[in-house]
């Protein structure tokens, strides 16, 4: 293979892994905006430049981790743990599924929830409702169209980020004047350090997201790559995260004047911008992201624990038993309401990962990468 064709072979892969993070990252929770404003918007001026702070730590803390698995083959969780936490890997890997059991019924919790708010917003549907209608149809599609779904997850990515666009240049035009007016009294809602601290708390549950990242990352066989993934991850979640936050805060005063505007903060700007296409477009791309995130995170559950227990009982049982205790934890969780779950569940996450995760990562994990290059300088 020549040297271009290796070229593009490789901007390819680091490109295909970006778009795992972005996938990811862009899921239920951060399409409605509600994620945004619970962790960036709602300090008020800090949001403009605060969401690219916090993605570029996150780039920094998935670099890390895609370096250390791709020198020790490590591209499972529980195998980063092992030398991510060494000598107390044990602990490590007692960790990492904890969080993500956690991360998972929460997740999965905010899907459920922003399907109920979706219904009701749109239909007048009760949100109780509607969470156990979202709940039913993220149990069907578990049990007989997870590989679908996941077909599909790539599409939706690739939907909503067209989809936020073109609500994005109308949205921020609309906001407009409401931006100059935070620009021109920079005012901070609460204290800078609070605005920072839940700037680390949104790195914190998003640091989990390296899980998926390592999965995914057979092919960044080089450091080199490993950089070029970030770099390329960190631009373009970046600047998707900035420009929402943006739009939001310039449209956040409006957004205020509504009974509950910020539950469905971009849904209602779409409303504002009276573009019935579009707000038909973006509602059925937002719940089949809810769908993606449900789904998805539970069939991974489903997956980590198929093996585990119950062995009387057939593959298909035991699938069906997890994915619907998963679920029904995750219905109950629903009814506490999209923004809570957002704001006190993943909350709570990140005040943990912040330590336990993002820490070692930015910190820990440079320090062991070098010392296994200095040791295997042959590696690239």
């Not at 993220?138 to 067209?162: E, W």
């Not at 089949?288 to 593959?315: D, N």
Request: glycine share 10%.
């Amino acid at each position: 293979m020549d040297k271009d064709n290796l070229g593009k072979s490789g901007l390819a892969t680091m490109f295909s892994v970006a778009a795992v993070w972005f996938g990811t990252h862009v899921g239920g929770g951060f399409a409605t905006g509600n994620q945004t404003v619970q962790y960036f918007v709602k300090f008020g001026y800090t949001a403009l430049f605060m969401p690219a702070i916090i993605i570029i730590l996150l780039g920094w803390c998935y670099y890390n981790g895609a370096v250390m698995a791709k020198n020790h083959k490590a591209f499972r969780y529980d195998e980063l743990a092992h030398h991510l936490y060494a000598p107390f890997s044990t602990a490590g890997k007692l960790f990492f599924d904890i969080a993500f059991f956690v991360l998972v019924v929460v997740g999965a919790g905010i899907a459920i929830a922003g399907g109920g708010k979706l219904f009701a917003s749109l239909w007048g549907l009760n949100f109780y409702l509607g969470c156990i209608i979202t709940g039913a149809i993220f149990f069907i599609l578990t049990i007989f169209g997870a590989g679908l779904v996941r077909k599909a997850s790539t599409v939706i990515t690739v939907m909503i980020l067209v989809c936020l666009i073109a609500l994005l240049i109308p949205g921020l035009s609309l906001g407009s004047q409401g931006l100059r007016e935070v620009i021109s009294t920079k005012h901070v809602e609460g204290s800078v350090f609070s605005a920072i601290w839940n700037g680390l708390l949104y790195a914190g549950f998003q640091s989990l997201v390296v899980a998926s990242i390592i999965s995914t990352s057979q092919l960044l066989d080089t450091t080199k790559k490993c950089r070029g993934f970030a770099i390329i991850g960190t631009i373009i979640n970046g600047l998707m995260t900035a420009l929402c936050a943006i739009m939001i805060l310039g449209n956040f005063a409006a957004l205020s004047q509504l009974d509950d505007g910020m539950s469905l903060p971009i849904f209602n700007i779409a409303k504002f911008l009276n573009r019935p296409v579009l707000l038909y477009a973006y509602s059925l791309i937002l719940f089949s992201a809810f769908v993606s995130t449900g789904v998805g995170v539970v069939f991974g559950l489903v997956t980590r624990f198929e093996k585990v227990g119950l062995q009387s009982l057939s593959l298909e049982q035991r699938r069906i038993i997890i994915s619907l205790v998963s679920i029904v934890l995750a219905t109950l969780l629903s009814f506490a309401g999209l923004t809570k779950l957002i704001a006190v569940g993943y909350g709570w996450i990140g005040r943990v990962c912040v330590f336990l995760l993002v820490i070692p990562l930015a910190i820990v994990a440079p320090i062991k990468n070098a010392k296994f290059k200095k040791e295997h300088p042959e590696v690239e």
